[in-house]
């Protein structure tokens, strides 16, 4: 029979083991089951972007942000793009740029036949970093830049997917268990079970990757044109009377947008490559539309600046032309207008008749035409 004193230190002993074994199984747990937080693999910065994609399998848990949760090693945990296409892609977004130099990629298959990272400080603008890549050798492939790129936004893009039989099973669509990027060389390269690949830019892509949208100050003559040994470069703008092929600026009346692209060309296989489109401000020669204001007609004016004063019409009036062409549109514009004016061509036309001339429009610039020759426009003068 036990004592009261006896059933006292009994009590202490039990209560002290279980102590001990509740603090072992505390242990025990957290070796079994590790948080999501220490499975991140240490300078991955995947892990804090915010990861979009062009479409996914939602419906089966197959969104993008599997794609940087850390688990790398469960097939059924990934990323998978909707239905079956020829491309995709997958997006991470930063708050603040992120400083990348190498990735780690791991497909589930390997049916990228084509693919390429891309990088963006606006999450719309694109530019190259990488090689243009082919078919995965392994579904582990590990790529390193020559230098370091700094971006808000990194996009991995399949733009070619293969249709063929690959790995036992032949379907067009693309799959991801994981993909990180890293800020310095790969921590813990795997050369044995990994394919190992220099995507470092080289040649003419590699100029067009440090390519940024032109910057024009007021009295700017020309935008920068990069030069090349062995290949020809232009300038494509929408508005090519403001930007010419060869960078030359002709400054508008009033400030303008332009979209426009470079485009390198091969002189010697005539392969082109084309850069990002950027949008471009021109200054304008005036920094305000004038006193008179812009008149409404068809089709509408590009440009105008107004002067002071008006334009009035009297019988001493004269209708200039400097081409033939112009002819007829004066004859048309003289009867519209009922105008009991003088019909003659120019220069010749301005001695025939005394009396002040008020012009109503003024010769253009010079500009080069789509073959190159510079042309001085027709003008029709009203006097």
Same mark, same amino acid.
């Given at each position: ?94 708050? @603040? #740029?992120? $400083? ?7 497909? !589930?298959? *390997? %049916? &990228? =036949?084509?693919?390429? +990272? ?16 082919? @078919? #995965?050798? $392994? ?7 020559? !230098?370091? *790129? %700094? &971006? =808000?936004?990194?996009? +991995? ?227």
């Amino acid at each position: 029979m036990i004592g009261g004193e006896d059933t006292m230190m009994l009590w202490k002993r039990m209560k002290k083991a279980g102590a001990c074994l509740l603090s072992a199984a505390v242990l025990i747990g957290t070796i079994q089951y590790p948080s999501l937080q220490a499975a991140a693999k240490e300078g991955n910065a995947a892990q804090s972007a915010v990861a979009t994609a062009s479409s996914s399998e939602e419906s089966y848990g197959r969104g993008p942000d599997k794609l940087n949760d850390g688990i790398a090693d469960d097939s059924s945990n990934r990323w998978a793009m909707e239905n079956t296409g020829s491309s995709a892609w997958v997006q991470y977004a930063w708050s @603040t #740029p992120q $400083k990348m130099k190498s990735f780690r990629i791991i497909w !589930e298959r *390997r %049916t &990228a =036949k084509s693919y390429q +990272l891309e990088i963006s400080d606006d999450g719309s603008s694109w530019r190259r970093i990488s090689s243009v890549l082919e @078919t #995965p050798e $392994k579904t582990t492939v590990e790529i390193t830049l020559d !230098e370091i *790129r %700094t &971006a =808000k936004y990194l996009r +991995l893009h399949v733009t070619s997917i293969d249709d063929r039989e690959i790995d036992g099973m032949a379907y067009q669509s693309i799959s991801i268990l994981e993909f990180e990027v890293y800020g310095a060389d790969l921590p813990d390269p795997d050369a044995e079970h990994a394919q190992q690949i220099d995507a470092s830019l080289t040649g003419i892509d590699k100029i067009l990757a440090d390519l940024d949208a032109p910057v024009i100050a007021k009295g700017d003559q020309k935008i920068y044109m990069p030069e090349i040994d062995g290949a020809a470069v232009r300038f494509c703008a929408d508005y090519e009377q403001v930007i010419g092929e060869d960078g030359t600026i002709y400054p508008p009346l009033e400030d303008k947008t332009v979209r426009g692209f470079y485009e390198i060309t091969s002189k010697e296989s005539k392969e082109s490559v084309k850069s990002d489109e950027y949008t471009i401000v021109v200054p304008g020669e005036y920094d305000s539309p004038g006193e008179n204001k812009k008149p409404d007609v068809i089709p509408a004016l590009q440009e105008w600046h107004g002067g002071t004063g008006n334009f009035i019409l009297s019988r001493k009036g004269r209708i200039l032309f400097d081409t033939p062409e112009l002819l007829k549109t004066a004859e048309e514009f003289s009867r519209d207008y009922k105008l009991p004016a003088w019909i003659l061509p120019c220069p010749a036309g301005k001695n025939q008749m005394p009396g002040p001339e008020i012009s109503a429009c003024s010769l253009q610039k010079k500009r080069a035409d789509l073959d190159g020759k510079v042309t001085e426009p027709a003008c029709l003068l009203l006097l």
